[in-house]
């Protein structure tokens, strides 16, 4: 294929096959965004996300075509390339281990949800939302998954909608949001400046992306053009999805700062019925994400169903959620995410290493994903 042709097909399906992955329930929430985004006003926000679709464009890009070249048998081993066989290990570890309690913060989101919209005692939401999963997982109800999964670009859609419906009532809400995030209103947030924030929201997304994007690479006949302009397309679309929601919320910040799922606020302040509608869609987007992060962490356990490391891991992992997922919604954004990022740096660094000091070349990887060379 000729690498100064774009492919618009091709373009399209990269960019959009990782909206599909990062386009979630933290997402619609709007707490993901705050403390990321809003937190730091007007022009720190939109700092922050160029910062992140910079990120997005190279990494998705790279990936993408690294897995293509590679073609892996196991697309984990993809640490491997970039970080060597012993970091490489523990990386391939680190991401299970991580949806282990990603997880555990969509039990959190959906008592949140029942919480703080409905006034119904978080527990009941916590209870249902386990129980649900757990019966996916075990029951291997993937169809419904995939049926329910529809709701994601739904999900994005009606997010915008929100936002962009605040941002009219309530221009005024922007233009005074900065003197108020000055005053008297505190975003949570562990980070110091929209700078660090920025890089830290790309590098939290690419830890648990790493193996899809490889199999996408792996699965699509491209070209390193194409690549580049589907990460380009892929973050670019979802970036303006997040300033959007961001400026939703920069309208209202005074009555969402505090709250546990910001978006909901905002579209009931639209109008009830918008509200409740949302509360559902928000939801179904809890549940499409928790069951592939249960079944992620039991397929590396044991990649058949049937089997009892499979079962009993999903039914540990369903038994602590009840424990740790007590912690509020933000909490556990401000706890697990940040965690992530940090991991994520640290394969930024391995692949500027590999890719741009070393060079190493896809030959490094034998017919069986195994590195027969060192970095």
């Known amino acids: 294929m000729n690498d100064e042709k774009v492919n618009v097909k091709q373009v399209i399906g990269i960019g959009g096959a990782f909206m599909g992955f990062v386009i979630g329930s933290s997402f619609a929430s709007g707490q993901e965004c ?9 022009l720190g926000s939109i700092g922050a996300g160029i910062i992140a679709l910079i990120l997005y464009a190279w990494f998705v890009s ?3 075509e690294d897995g293509r070249h590679l073609n892996l048998h ?16 523990a990386m ?24 703080e919209y409905y006034g119904i005692n978080g527990n009941i939401g916590r209870v249902i939302m386990i129980v649900a999963s757990l019966a996916t997982v075990l029951l291997g109800l993937k169809k419904l998954v995939k049926i329910v999964g529809y709701i994601s670009p739904v999900l994005l859609v009606v997010t915008m909608i929100i936002g962009v419906v605040s941002i009219v009532n309530n221009p005024s809400g922007i233009a005074t949001a900065d003197e108020a995030l000055e005053t008297t ?40 053009k194409n690549s580049l302009w589907g990460g380009i397309f892929g973050g670019g679309a979802f970036l303006v999805a997040v300033m959007i929601l961001n400026f939703g919320l920069l309208a209202n910040i005074t009555e969402v700062a505090d709250l546990e799922i910001p978006s909901l606020y905002v579209a009931a302040s639209i109008s009830p019925v918008f509200g409740d509608i949302y509360s559902v869609l928000l939801l179904l987007g809890i549940y499409t994400t928790a069951v592939p992060m249960m079944y992620t962490v039991c397929n590396k ?14 039914i540990v992992t369903a038994v602590a959620s009840i424990f740790y997922g007590q912690l509020s919604f933000s909490t556990m954004i401000s706890i697990i995410y940040p965690i992530s990022g940090y991991a994520g740096i640290v394969i930024f ?22 590195l027969i060379k060192k970095i």
């Open 34 to 42: 705050m403390q990321y985004f809003t937190g730091f006003g007007v």
């Open 62 to 64: 790279v990936i993408v």
């Open 74 to 89: 196991n697309s984990g081993k993809m640490f491997n390339f970039y970080l060597g066989k012993y970091l490489g290990f």
């Open 92 to 115: 391939e570890w680190f991401t299970p281990i991580m949806l282990f309690f990603v997880y555990g913060m969509m039990i959190s989101g959906s008592g949140s949800t029942f919480e």
């Open 185 to 224: 209103v505190t975003v949570n947030s562990n980070f110091s400046n929209w700078a660090l924030s920025g890089l830290m929201y790309g590098a939290y997304t690419v830890t648990g992306v790493v193996p899809y994007l490889a199999d996408i690479g792996k699965s699509t006949s491209t070209s390193k």
């Open 301 to 314: 356990i044991s990649s058949d169903s049937k089997s009892k490391a499979y079962k009993i891991t999903a």
């Open 349 to 370: 660094a391995g692949m500027i290493y590999t890719k741009y000091i070393k060079k190493r070349k896809y030959e490094d990887f034998d017919e069986n994903d195994v």
